[in-house]
């Protein structure tokens, strides 16, 4: 009975190890479509970012349209950021070793990424009437990752089904586009504000041109001349001349400019000390709107 009991003990006290199918290396295929989003998206984060003029997306044109919508904007980012972010979370998930993780992981991801990709497609093409063809290839590109993700379920989930499995998911990614659509459309907090391609184009232009403004936070007139602008103002090559406060020294570039009223435009080498309307600053910095195309 000793002997037996001690055999018993002995048993129990071994530790249950449970054995985890691993991958035998990165998905490959995922890392690819991943790689082409990341530039994709980081290519139009970055041109939002510096002002810069969008390759093939002309002043006016269905694509600027769709970029200078309230939609192109999130939480005070570009959207193309945030889409940026899911596809470098996609690239990273290629490389979890562990089946389960891994296919839970990136098909989460490319579902919600497809559902807000498809969302953002429906306004542009319903509620704008334009298209982009950046956005439609990142939808395309998240659509194959969706089905590739699929596809590749690995069979050694244990009790899976996928009727279970959809309806846990699919019900919170709907839920979090449309609480989106709620705040793009000014229900839930202060909406994005829209630029107007003609103004968003000119200060793009201004700033390329190597055009200045020189003014002030506390100068009445200097703010009248941002709002001519509306969203499209923090594009301008705007340059504070108090950076310390209106009875602090003037700054030195403005100083040395020898700027004495505000605001003062310096466009092509001619000094305009006045607010001056969009026009007349296309008109001083030949400045024209090309015609949109239409899809």
């Given at each position: 009975?000793?002997?037996?009991?001690?055999?018993?003990r002995g048993?129990?006290s071994?530790?249950l190890?449970?054995?985890?199918?691993?991958?035998s290396?990165?998905?490959?295929?995922?890392l690819?479509?991943?790689?082409?989003?990341?530039?994709v998206?980081?290519?139009?984060?970055?041109?939002?970012?510096?002002?810069?003029?969008?390759?093939?997306?002309a002043?006016?044109?269905?694509?600027?349209?769709?970029?200078?919508?309230?939609?192109?904007?999130?939480l005070g980012?570009p959207?193309a950021?945030?889409?940026l972010?899911?596809?470098?979370?996609?690239?990273?998930?290629?490389?979890?070793?562990?089946q389960?993780?891994?296919?839970?992981?990136?098909?989460?991801?490319?579902?919600?990424?497809?559902?807000y990709?498809a969302?953002?497609?429906?306004?542009?093409?319903?509620?704008?009437?334009?298209?982009c063809?950046?956005?439609?290839?990142?939808?395309?590109?998240?659509?194959?990752?969706?089905?590739?993700?699929t596809?590749q379920?690995?069979?050694?989930?244990?009790?899976?089904?996928w009727p279970?499995?959809l309806?846990?998911?699919v019900p919170?990614?709907a839920?979090?586009?449309?609480?989106?659509?709620?705040?793009?459309?000014?229900?839930?907090?202060?909406?994005?504000?829209?630029?107007?391609?003609m103004?968003?184009?000119?200060?793009?232009?201004?700033?390329k041109?190597?055009a200045?403004m020189?003014?002030?936070?506390?100068c009445p007139?200097?703010q009248?001349?941002?709002e001519?602008?509306?969203a499209?103002?923090s594009?301008?090559?705007?340059?504070?001349?108090s950076?310390?406060?209106?009875?602090?020294?003037q700054?030195?570039?403005?100083?040395d400019?020898h700027?004495e009223s505000?605001?003062?435009?310096?466009?092509?080498?001619?000094?305009?000390?006045?607010v001056?309307?969009?026009?007349?600053?296309?008109e001083?910095s030949?400045?024209?709107?090309?015609?949109?195309?239409?899809?």
């Amino acid at each position: 009975m000793g002997r037996k009991a001690q055999a018993r003990r002995g048993t129990k006290s071994q530790p249950l190890t449970i054995q985890v199918p691993l991958r035998s290396g990165p998905n490959w295929p995922l890392l690819i479509l991943s790689l082409v989003g990341i530039g994709v998206t980081s290519y139009l984060s970055y041109t939002e970012w510096t002002g810069s003029q969008l390759k093939g997306c002309a002043v006016g044109s269905s694509c600027d349209i769709v970029l200078s919508s309230r939609w192109a904007t999130l939480l005070g980012m570009p959207t193309a950021f945030w889409g940026l972010l899911a596809y470098v979370t996609l690239a990273a998930s290629a490389f979890i070793k562990r089946q389960d993780l891994h296919w839970f992981s990136a098909w989460g991801i490319a579902l919600f990424g497809v559902l807000y990709s498809a969302y953002l497609t429906t306004i542009s093409l319903k509620v704008l009437g334009a298209a982009c063809p950046y956005c439609l290839t990142s939808l395309a590109l998240m659509t194959s990752v969706f089905v590739l993700v699929t596809f590749q379920r690995p069979g050694t989930l244990k009790n899976f089904s996928w009727p279970r499995w959809l309806s846990r998911t699919v019900p919170v990614a709907a839920a979090i586009i449309v609480l989106l659509h709620l705040h793009y459309i000014g229900v839930i907090g202060e909406p994005p504000a829209p630029e107007d391609p003609m103004a968003r184009g000119l200060a793009v232009h201004l700033t390329k041109s190597g055009a200045k403004m020189y003014g002030s936070f506390w100068c009445p007139h200097c703010q009248a001349q941002k709002e001519l602008f509306g969203a499209a103002a923090s594009r301008l090559p705007y340059i504070e001349c108090s950076p310390d406060g209106q009875n602090a020294p003037q700054g030195k570039e403005c100083h040395d400019a020898h700027i004495e009223s505000y605001p003062t435009w310096v466009i092509n080498g001619k000094r305009i000390q006045e607010v001056l309307s969009l026009k007349q600053l296309a008109e001083s910095s030949g400045f024209q709107m090309e015609p949109a195309k239409t899809n």
